[in-house]
């Protein structure tokens, strides 16, 4: 079968033949039709994630949408090493495998599953977030934190303050229902002084995409707020800004902070994959915004070069559902 073939630690996907894989006991083959090229995917091909294997060859792909052989249209993820979702077939637990509303698309589900389950996770399953409350999503001009703002409104933020360095991503989220945009700049002072502001008026629960200096800063405003009894969660999700942070002690012993993260190993892959059923639902009710560029599978080695932030670009393999 053809398929997007990872041959050693840092090397680009290859589009080659890769043999087809044959389900076993519990197992779903699954014919796909779509999968996206995430961080968690480049991150494993890379070699650098938590989760990679180090073995090689493998096929690239954590997750995607296709039919299995009794022609279900399905979400599925986490595919049998060393079967990953881009290829023309795929093989998973039926219990990894979701189905995917009739009236959304192979693409947009494969765009929106992984970086969405990452602000709905964190939400649903680490945070608890309670209609009424507010939220601050900390990197909200990616793609995923883009989607944090909306699920964060779905699921009944009153209030949702976003960060971000792009000023101009940053002020489109208004229509995407962040009602407080906040910039962030290299003055540490300055970015404390501006989040102080905020927690002022109380926030109930952060969900961080960068980790780094505004990760730190947000943990000192919060500690300075005056609220001593108000509780905070500060959910870690990703670290585009830095892997580590100073947090003196005393930041904590100052206020009521629940610091958690959120992702693979730290939500069961069950409530992962019931999460991401959800959250394909509610892309149907409430109507999500991603940007996706539907790229062949064969053009895998330049679609690989060409992805950024602000799109999530899916593989296609033969005709994808509209």
């Known amino acids: 079968m053809k398929a997007a073939i990872v041959r050693g630690a840092g090397q680009t996907p290859v589009y080659g033949e890769f043999g087809a894989p044959v389900a076993g006991s519990g197992e779903q083959r699954i014919a796909v039709t779509a999968a996206a090229i995430s961080p968690l995917v480049r991150g494993r091909a890379s070699g650098a994630h938590y989760s990679a294997s180090g ?48 009236d959304l698309d192979d693409v947009t589900a494969s765009a929106i599953a992984n970086p969405g389950m990452s602000s709905w996770a964190a939400f649903e399953e680490r945070a608890r977030l309670r209609a009424g409350e507010t939220v601050l999503v900390n990197g909200a001009t990616g793609t995923a934190g883009r989607l944090a703002v909306q699920i964060a409104r779905h699921l009944g933020a009153a209030k949702v303050i976003a960060t971000g360095r792009n000023r101009e991503a940053l002020n489109s989220l208004g229509l995407l229902g962040a009602d407080v945009t906040i910039p962030l700049v290299e003055d540490a002072a300055a970015q404390e002084r501006a989040f102080a502001g905020q927690f002022a008026a109380g926030i109930d629960v952060v969900i961080d995409y960068l980790w780094g200096a505004s990760a730190q800063a947000l943990l000192v405003a919060a500690a300075g707020d005056g609220r001593p009894a108000a509780p905070m969660r500060f959910v870690q999700v990703g670290s585009m800004s830095g892997a580590d942070i100073t947090l003196p002690g005393a930041l904590l012993r100052a206020k009521a ?25 509610a892309t149907v ?4 915004k991603i940007a996706a560029e539907a790229v062949p599978l064969s053009e895998v080695e330049r679609a690989w070069a060409a992805g950024d932030s602000s799109r999530r670009i899916v593989l296609t393999m033969g005709s994808p559902a509209h």
Do not use: K
């Open 285 to 288: 009710s409430s109507g999500f």
């Open 55 to 102: 073995q090689f060859p493998f096929v690239a792909g954590v997750d995607g949408v296709g039919r299995t052989g009794d022609g279900r249209r399905v979400y599925f993820v986490l595919p049998r090493a060393p079967f990953g979702s881009m290829a023309e077939q795929s093989v998973a637990l039926a219990a990894h495998c979701v189905a995917v509303p009739d």
């Open 257 to 281: 902070t629940t610091l958690m993260g959120s992702g693979v190993g730290s939500v069961p892959v069950e409530r992962l994959v019931e999460g991401i059923g959800a959250l394909l639902r």
